[in-house]
């Protein structure tokens, strides 16, 4: 092997300190290798411990001398490790006991290759050469398994994320439902004649938006959280959301704003946006622990190519492209290693104070947006965020809202597993002159309407149901009444139930929890579509006959 392979490794030599060890050390010198002579068995140890590559031992060196402290660098050696050594030996008693004792104490944990002197040198170079070629090939299995070990704590850091995300969005949806109880009930409440009574409506609403509140955060962890998605301009969002944030935090903390001007679009949430940008900045603020510091957000563009994304964003799975980057640093106390490992993991928190959700809900809004997140920090230097969403190539516009009509009547076909939801919503329609059908899962659903289909007007369709669920319930209604306005209802994002009823069709969308005013609305608003569209039929077929 040419000599230049081993240039730089380093041989710990251990001989007589006088021509023997002289005479090693400048041969193996003279090949580009990095020699240390040992004094003694404690230093040749040392050595191991240290992270040299090979020992070369003398015998002599070792007459009526303790191997205790190289039996104990050997043993303790990871396990890819198998440090290899090269015994010189020599003729006479006292030589022959030395070696039976290395072979003795170091040959059942040791690698010992024993050569016979007079050694030549062409032989010596060649053990040596050999000996670092296995201690080479021990770096590679050891690059492997740390390579390996790295995937398998990102493949369950991901698993981890995933089995929570599903966890919090299954909580988050079963909890909407009851709020939806609770606000449809207490909305009803509010137009009582005794003002304490109102009053303790309204108390109840305000206590019910604020578990809301909380279930957001938990589907934004999830990734499952409601989505509008608008072209929304990041620099602009910022300046729009710091204001609401400078009351909350401690005055001896300076906002610092550094914005890109021309920054490209993202299509995004912008509530779910504000709150990423205001749990970072609080969080850094946070951070300071009372202390006087800065919190720096800016904003700009950046191309990610593929050596990018290799070298930043090697555990992500996003494309190559423009991306517009959000970039939070404080001046705050840093954090260690292990606290990085865990701040994304909901419900934990380093205050006293505090549900752990803040930074949870970060990372599932990110995922949410198809983007990626980096975090840099360390004890006493402070902490910086960087997330990375991707930029818009054509800047879109906010699209107008929907109008809201006067209420009308009819018969409605009210489809939820949940008995609250169904009395709630009987109750807040009749009371508004509509007829109610109630059904407690899909089956029930398909075969009411099947009973009844002509005298229904409307369908209010929940969609997550034991025994049948609102998407299939859904197909079966279409074969039996194609043009049946149907309302769908789900306490996960709106985007994402939609995608699944791309084919099928649905008249508008209700997020959970909903008030009894959002529910009255959302119906009066797809009835006046429907007696529009009559209207207009009729119109059409007159002109036609005339």
């Known amino acids: 092997m040419p000599r ?21 050390s400048a041969m193996l010198s003279n090949e580009g290798l ?8 404690g230093q040749l140890a040392a050595g191991v411990e240290g992270g040299a590559d090979l020992g070369l031992m003398a015998e002599e060196a070792l007459v009526g001398i303790s191997l205790e402290p190289l039996l104990r660098a050997i043993t303790g050696q990871p396990a890819w490790s198998d440090f290899p050594f090269l015994f010189l030996t020599t003729n006479g008693t006292l030589a022959s006991e030395t070696s039976m004792n290395v072979l003795r104490v170091l040959g059942a944990e040791g690698n010992i290759t024993i050569l016979e002197r007079p050694v030549r040198l062409a032989t010596l170079l060649n053990g040596v050469q050999s000996a670092l070629r296995g201690r080479r090939r021990q770096y590679q299995v050891r690059e492997y398994l740390e390579e390996r070990k790295r995937h398998q704590e990102e493949l369950l850091q991901t698993q981890k994320l995933e089995s929570l995300g599903v966890m919090a969005g299954g909580i988050a ?9 609770i606000l449809g009930n207490a909305s009803l409440l509010e137009n009582l004649p005794d003002a304490d009574d109102r009053e303790c409506a ?34 602009a969002q910022v300046r729009e959301i710091l204001p609401l944030i400078q009351p ?45 510091g800065r919190v720096i957000v800016t904003t700009s563009a950046i191309d990610v190519d593929e050596t990018f994304l290799s070298e930043v964003l090697s555990d992500h799975e996003i494309p190559v492209g423009r991306y517009v980057c959000l970039e ?32 949870a809900a970060v990372s599932g809004i990110v995922r949410g947006h198809k983007g990626a997140l980096r975090v840099y920090s360390s004890l006493g230097q402070g902490t910086t965020f960087k997330i990375f969403l991707p930029a818009l190539a054509v800047k879109g516009g906010d699209g107008s809202s929907k109008p809201r009509p006067d209420s009308g009547a009819g018969t409605v076909l009210l489809v939820d597993d949940e008995e609250t939801v169904r009395k709630v919503g009987r109750i807040c329609l009749e009371g508004q002159g509509f007829r109610v059908l109630l059904a407690c899962n ?12 002509g005298e229904i007007a409307l369908v209010i369709l929940d969609m997550t149901m034991p ?9 079966l209604l279409r074969e039996i009444r194609p043009e049946v306005p149907v309302i769908v209802c789900s306490g996960y994002n709106e985007a994402q139930v939609l995608r699944k009823l791309t084919e099928q069709g649905v008249a508008c969308f209700i997020q959970k929890p909903y008030s009894s005013s959002t529910l009255l609305q959302k119906v009066n608003w797809v009835m006046e579509r429907v007696k529009h569209a009559v209207t207009e039929k009729e119109r059409v077929s007159n002109a036609e006959i005339a």
Do not use: W
């Open 248 to 292: 909350m935090i401690d005055k001896k903390v300076e906002v610092a704003l550094v914005l890109a001007e021309q920054l490209p679009d993202i299509e995004s949430d912008r509530g779910q946006l504000q709150q990423l940008i205001m749990n970072l900045v609080i969080n850094g603020a946070e951070a300071m622990g009372g202390a006087q």
């Open 442 to 453: 899909g089956r029930e659903a398909v075969e009411l309407f099947q009973l009844r289909s």
């Open 202 to 235: 309204e108390n109840i609403m305000k206590a019910a938006e604020r578990a809301a509140d909380l279930t957001k955060q938990m589907l934004a962890y999830s990734g499952k959280g409601r989505f509008v998605i608008r072209a929304t301009n990041l620099s």
């Open 4 to 24: 230049g392979d081993f240039v730089g490794q380093s041989v710990l030599v251990l001989a007589p300190t006088g021509r023997d060890a002289a005479l090693i």
């Open 467 to 475: 025994v049948m669920s609102g998407q299939e319930a859904l197909r």
């Open 173 to 181: 949806h079963d909890f909407n439902n009851l709020l939806t109880g």
């Open 328 to 359: 939070v640093r404080d001046t705050g106390m840093g954090m260690s290693e292990e606290t990085k490992s865990k701040i994304f993991d909901p419900f934990f928190t380093t205050k006293f104070t505090g549900r752990g959700l803040g930074l």
């Open 34 to 41: 990095t020699c240390v002579v040992c004094q003694d068995v």
